[in-house]
């Protein structure tokens, strides 16, 4: 009977286990048919042009994901997959699919990294294998979104040895001959599983899979069938950033460039736009064994930009664009002595025959092309290369340009006036100025009579041109002055009839009053623009005003960054004339806040008008405050201008904040001392600004103005510095923060160190515990030197740790007991310093600058420290060093310096 009852007991519970799995399992079916339904009912409202529907599915599809991450992505997945659901349906369940393993956003991104990661195995083998079998779908768009989700869940794994088998599997498919669909989206897959690894800081490709992925698609290139042929060329693309040792192997590489300059010329042109791609792209990054290929390349090109697609000639087009900016850079490392680098000086010797067909393209104009700043086509990318080209090689193109000039400039035919005027204007940056100048000379006076010319376009040409004329061969970069007393007056003349012109054309006159204004900034005696200071100012103001600023709306900044210009690199004389633009700018600004403001656009367009009347408020107060006496005429504003600034931190706009803080800390320098009065209602805005980690700029803006208020309010800043240590502090810590912004709050410690003192102190044990953690880490960052953003991050880093430590050292420099206080980092700080003269071939002349100087100040600030300064004798040679170079501060400080540790040493000795 115990028997019995034992067996009878074990039964019940294995049936209520049984009961429990049953409930789960229905549960997750009926998550899923909530998900999907009968006829994917929520996938289909979510495409509903009713806003509600809309609205209500995307609410829903949220709510599944977070409740049932499982079985939201298997739905998708099956929906995807399912043959029977309409085109869009299984289309949008893709794209939720991609969406839900991926985003911009990197802490979302680690989200759904982390969400995918804990699904189940045997739940994620399922998605996966439904992917895989997705991919002979028979309709392109579904074959295409599951290759992009098979990369998207690749990308995950792979790093982290998962899904193993993928690579194969898709290697595989590609080699299906029976099924064309299959090996088409099997290429797709490759090609965007290299895409989303391309960047990954892990080497997740091993060479034999990079030799299998470029084996895959070099057979998809030749395959007879144009849509696979696509597929391996685009594909290629992708996978090229892996092929390093591939091109390093001469046989490998020919086979590579012969079946991409075949596909170059075959008569499909999908194929040819993805192939001059992946021509422009090894141009950028595998230049130094183009010499081989070159003049097959020239040949294919030039044929393609003279009688190809459009398509297919913009492509050609860049490659040459490439060639130019990747020659360009070079030219410039060889000129400043790096040796090793190759420059095979392509562009001048494919010059004489590449300028007559890149002339050729600026007559292919399209109508009304200049009414679309979005506009590209033949035209525009030939005199764009055209002007890369003169960059390239200086004065060599001047003889080759000026013959179609010469021919063209005069024709009854718009077409060819605008294309000589373009082709003039292309080439004024790279030439020597001072050969330039007579010609400009010659030319600014032709060119002031074409903007009467009948055609906005050559109107539109001509007012850019002025405008490269300004920028490229006007002020002191000519030894023959282009812009003179004689003629300026006429020349203004014309530029500011031209504001009253088509928006587009009153644009880039706008460019070039901007740049003939930056010509006069060191100007020794009265500017020649002073007479026409008044009228320039009223003239831009104008065009910021007017009516059709609505429709072309980048008019308006155009006109107020020009009178920012204008006003920056005003003459003294001009003072008074800048003091009365400030009541006219403030209540312009004022009436800003009775714009209407009721939708998204008409908030932007209110928050856009604010930003550029800040923009314009901190020119002039920082022009008035250049001087004690116009300084002190902007006391009389202050009260006002800070009132005005507040109220635009209402505005949730990035630009609003970041141009409002920027006049703030322009007023702070001003006023000095006196905008203590100002703190109690500005340091909610300064929190909430460094606070500010989405829009990070704002945040590095608004540390800067920090450092404006120490500068400015000096001790008087103290008792407020709680809040903002705690914050900057908080900012260091947190993982959310852009590594950008770091390196300006470490510099900011020393500025707030220097302005209150001895009441530093109360933050000294938090500082130095953030500065020696990223002390370290620069330290440890130094050993990346192949990684060009790493070594520049490294270099702001090491500058805002220097400036941190200086700060400290001097602005604790009369608390007693200082050098016992500071002794247990001083250790720390100089195997800083040894670290940055181990590793000079990284550092720039700022982190040198600074280092020299904290070595300094470290040896100034602190007593008894002879004996350990004696135990790095790479200190003195780091001195040395820094003696021996050209820069005349570097030579200054490290002389000062050296007076200092040597009056240390001799301390020592002495003792």
């Not at 090109?301 to 009688?307: D, E, L, M, Q």
């Not at 905008?675 to 829009?695: I, R, V």
Request: hydrophobic share 40%; net charge negative.
């Amino acid at each position: 009977m115990e028997a019995k009852s034992t067996t009878v007991l074990f039964e019940v519970e294995r049936i209520e286990a049984i009961k429990h799995t049953c409930i789960r399992v229905t549960t997750q079916v009926e998550r899923e048919k909530r998900l999907v339904g009968a006829d994917g009912y929520i996938l289909q409202e979510a495409q509903s042009a009713d806003a509600t529907l809309r609205d209500d599915a995307e609410r829903k599809l949220r709510h599944l994901q977070t409740t049932d991450a499982a079985g939201f992505l298997r739905s998708l997945s099956r929906e995807l997959a399912s043959a029977e659901k309409p085109v869009d349906t299984r289309r949008l369940a893709g794209l939720i699919l991609k969406n839900a393993l991926d985003a911009k956003d990197e802490k979302r991104k680690a989200e759904l990294v982390s969400q995918w990661l804990a699904v189940e195995a045997s739940v994620k083998e399922e998605i996966k294998n439904s992917l895989l079998a997705t991919l002979p779908a028979e309709i392109s768009e579904v074959r295409q979104t599951a290759a992009m989700v098979i990369a998207k869940v690749g990308a995950i794994e792979l790093p982290l040895k998962g899904w193993p088998q993928l690579l194969e599997s898709l290697v595989r498919a590609s080699e299906t001959t029976s099924h064309p669909l299959l090996v088409q989206a099997a290429l797709f897959a490759l090609g965007y599983v290299c895409e989303e690894l391309a960047d990954h800081e892990l080497e997740v490709l091993q060479k034999e899979d990079i030799d299998r992925i470029l084996t895959a698609v070099a057979q998809g290139i030749k395959s007879g069938n144009m849509d696979i042929k696509l597929a391996g060329t685009e594909a290629l693309y992708n996978a090229l950033e892996f092929a390093q040792s591939n091109f390093e192997r001469e046989g490998e590489r020919d086979y590579l460039m012969q079946i991409i300059c075949e596909a170059a010329e075959c008569n499909d042109e999908r194929v040819q736009v993805a192939a001059f791609s992946c021509l422009v792209s090894i141009a950028g990054a595998y230049y130094e064994i183009l010499p081989a290929y070159i003049g097959h390349i020239f040949e294919i090109s030039t044929r393609a930009i003279r009688a190809s697609d459009e398509n297919v000639a913009l492509q050609a087009i860049e490659f040459w664009s490439t060639i130019c900016e990747e020659e360009i850079e070079r030219k410039d490392l060889v000129e400043e002595g790096h040796a090793s680098v190759l420059h095979h000086r392509f562009v001048s010797q494919a010059l004489p025959h590449l300028t007559p067909i890149l002339l050729e393209t600026l007559l292919k104009q399209e109508e009304d092309q200049d009414l679309d700043e979005c506009a590209w086509n033949l035209s525009m990318a030939g005199g764009t290369c055209l002007g890369y080209a003169a960059v390239a090689v200086g004065d060599e193109i001047v003889p080759l340009v000026m013959p179609f000039i010469q021919e063209n400039i005069s024709q009854t035919d718009w077409h060819n006036r605008e294309a000589a005027t373009f082709a003039f204007g292309s080439i004024l940056e790279g030439p020597n100025p001072q050969n330039l100048a007579p010609m400009c000379d010659q030319a600014l006076q032709f060119l002031l009579q074409a903007m009467k010319d009948p055609s906005n376009q050559v109107k539109d040409t001509t007012a850019w041109t002025i405008g490269r004329i300004c920028e490229f061969c006007h002020g002191e970069k000519g030894g023959h002055q282009v812009i003179r007393a004689d003629n300026i007056q006429t020349i203004l003349a014309v530029l500011l009839e031209g504001l009253k012109g088509e928006p587009h054309v009153a644009e880039k006159i706008c460019g070039a009053i901007h740049y003939l204004a930056a010509g006069f900034e060191d100007v020794a005696e009265q500017s020649p623009l002073t007479p026409y200071f008044q009228s320039l100012l009223q003239g831009l103001l104008e065009a910021a005003d007017r009516a059709d600023n609505a429709q072309y709306t980048s008019l308006r900044s155009s006109a107020y960054e020009a009178l920012n210009e204008v006003v920056r690199c005003s003459s003294a004389e001009t003072s008074e004339t800048v003091n009365q633009m400030i009541p006219l700018v403030m209540q312009k600004l004022a009436e800003t806040f009775s714009m209407p403001a009721v939708t998204a656009f008409d908030r932007e367009k209110q928050g856009e008008l604010q930003g550029l009347l800040c923009g314009v408020l901190q020119v002039i107060i920082q022009k008035l405050s250049l001087k004690d006496e116009t300084k002190h005429s902007l006391q009389s504003f202050a009260d006002q201008m800070m009132e005005l600034f507040l109220h635009v931190f209402a505005c949730r706009s990035a630009t609003v904040h970041e141009e409002a803080m920027l006049a703030i800390g322009a007023l702070a320098y001003a006023v000095g001392e006196s905008f203590e009065k100002y703190m109690a209602g500005f340091l909610p805005y300064l929190l909430t600004g460094l606070k500010n980690f989405s829009e990070y700029q704002v945040c590095t803006v608004t540390v800067g103005v920090v450092g404006d208020l120490s500068r400015a309010l000096e001790s008087k800043l103290a008792p407020h510095c709680d809040s903002i240590m705690v914050q900057l502090l908080q900012d260091l810590q947190s993982d959310d923060m852009h590594r950008s912004v770091k390196p300006a709050i470490l510099s900011c410690f020393g500025d707030i160190a220097l302005a209150i003192g001895a009441d530093f102190a109360n933050y000294l044990p938090y500082a130095m515990q953030m500065l020696q953690s990223a002390s370290q880490l620069s330290i440890e960052t130094s050993n990346w030197a192949d990684d060009e953003g790493l070594v520049d991050y490294n270099n702001s880093l090491r500058t805002g740790i220097c400036e941190a430590y200086s700060g400290i050292l001097v602005g604790l420099r009369d608390v007693p007991g200082r050098s016992e206080g500071f002794r247990p980092y001083a250790d720390n700080i100089l195997s800083f310093i040894d670290s940055i003269n181990n590793h000079r071939e990284q550092v720039n002349e700022e982190v040198t600058r600074a280092t020299i100087a904290l070595l300094g100040d470290l040896a100034d600030a602190l007593d008894g420290m002879g004996a350990l300064f004696r135990s790095k004798p790479s200190l003195q040679d780091f001195v040395v060093y820094c003696m021996s170079l050209e820069d005349l501060q570097i030579r200054q400080t490290a002389g000062w310096a050296t007076e200092v540790l040597q009056r240390r040493l001799q301390e020592a000795g002495a003792s």
